[in-house]
């Protein structure tokens, strides 16, 4: 009766095992045969009503039994893992044949393309470069430029005040200019330009903006000429518009300079013959310079008497604009698409 019991539980098994079973099935079997009430482990209490003689063959038995159920158990759990495994390995294969995403990727721009050169330019002759608060005292935005209140020439520069007259968002980069001709004490000789925010009260459109961005130069030193300002600026003009450029100085005023000069270059464009961006003229004016002002060097502690030297100062948005041949002064800051930027690689001289 007891063998009878291990047969039947055999041929149950053998046909468990030869149909398809699931993961979750499987581990119901182990619970269904070998768990604690498991049909296997229940055979051991039938043992003591097997004779004596049968009870060394009946649990010989039932071990087997154990065995077997092991042994399928192990073999069909390895072979699930193994399906499972092949089945995410396929589910998350790699088509190479898909197209990839395109990735864009940046460009510099055009205000900080004319600034790094330049800064590039003038550092390889020795200047340094310098920045300097954008909000500024009214004293050395101003006065100490020889732009006392009252100052017709203040006009020019419609500037915004920030509590009272005292401090105001500086309308120029000239005050980074006086900041270090204090700091220099009238002993140190002075090679900077000055990159930077300015800021005026203009309406925006085309050609204006209330925030733009200067660069200033300031040398001073002992007997320096107007033609070093002019082999300066031949320098830059050259290494921004190309070296077939010609350039001129204009007889010009401001008040921190005197003489003061319009620095014009050949146009780029009909080389000197006159077109609708020289206005006929031949020629095209990029910037404003001059030599220092005694009256300044005296103001921020320079004997004129021993110092001389020459500052320029460049728009520039201005120079951008001439040289990448933008119409509109506002395609510098409403930066919505970077096929923008991208336009500019191509106007590189
Ligand atoms: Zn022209």
């Known amino acids: 009766m007891h063998n009878e019991k291990i047969k039947e539980i055999e041929s149950e098994l053998k046909s468990i095992f030869e149909g398809s079973i699931d ?14 009430n498991g049909k296997i482990t229940v055979l051991n209490s039938l043992i003591k009503d097997v004779p004596n003689e049968e009870k060394k063959e009946f649990g010989m038995k039932v071990n087997e039994l154990k065995n077997t159920f092991n042994t399928k158990y192990e073999e069909i759990k390895e072979r699930l893992e193994e399906e499972l495994i092949n089945e995410k390995l396929e589910s998350e294969a790699i088509d190479v044949t898909l197209p990839g995403t395109n990735i864009l990727s940046g460009s510099a721009h055009p205000i900080e393309r004319i600034i790094e ?15 300097g608060p954008e909000v500024e005292k009214d004293l050395y935005n101003f006065e100490l430029l020889n732009l006392p209140k009252g100052h017709p020439a203040r006009d020019a520069q419609d500037t915004f005040y920030i509590k009272g007259d005292e401090y105001l968002l500086r309308s120029q ?8 001709m204090l700091k220099g004490e009238g002993k140190e000789p002075i090679r900077i330009i000055c990159p930077g925010k300015t800021y005026r009260r203009d309406e925006d459109d085309a050609t204006h903006s209330h925030e733009f961005t200067q660069m200033e130069g300031l040398l001073v030193d ?7 300002l002019k082999g300066t600026f031949e320098e830059i003009a050259k290494m921004l518009f190309g070296k077939g450029r010609s350039t001129r100085f204009r007889p010009s005023y401001y008040p921190f300079t005197e003489p003061s000069v319009e620095m014009d270059i050949s146009c780029f464009n009909c080389n000197g013959k006159g077109c609708n961006i020289c206005k006929g003229t031949g020629w095209i004016t990029v910037g404003g310079a001059g030599m220092v002002n005694p009256i300044v060097l005296r103001n921020c502690g320079y004997d004129p008497d021993k110092w001389n030297g020459f500052a320029f100062g460049f728009g520039i948005e201005r120079l951008a604009m001439l040289k990448y041949g933008v119409e509109d002064i506002r395609v510098f ?5 970077v096929r923008m930027l991208k336009e500019f690689d191509r106007r590189e001289y």
């Open 23 to 36: 993961q979750k099935r499987l581990e119901e079997l182990k619970v269904e045969y070998m768990g604690k």
């Open 222 to 228: 002992k007997n320096i000429t107007l033609g070093d």
């Open 333 to 337: 800051y409403m930066n919505h698409d």
């Open 173 to 180: 980069t000239s005050p980074v200019q006086v900041r270090e």
């Open 117 to 131: 050169s330049l800064e590039n330019l003038l550092m390889s002759m020795g200047y340094d470069v310098v920045e």
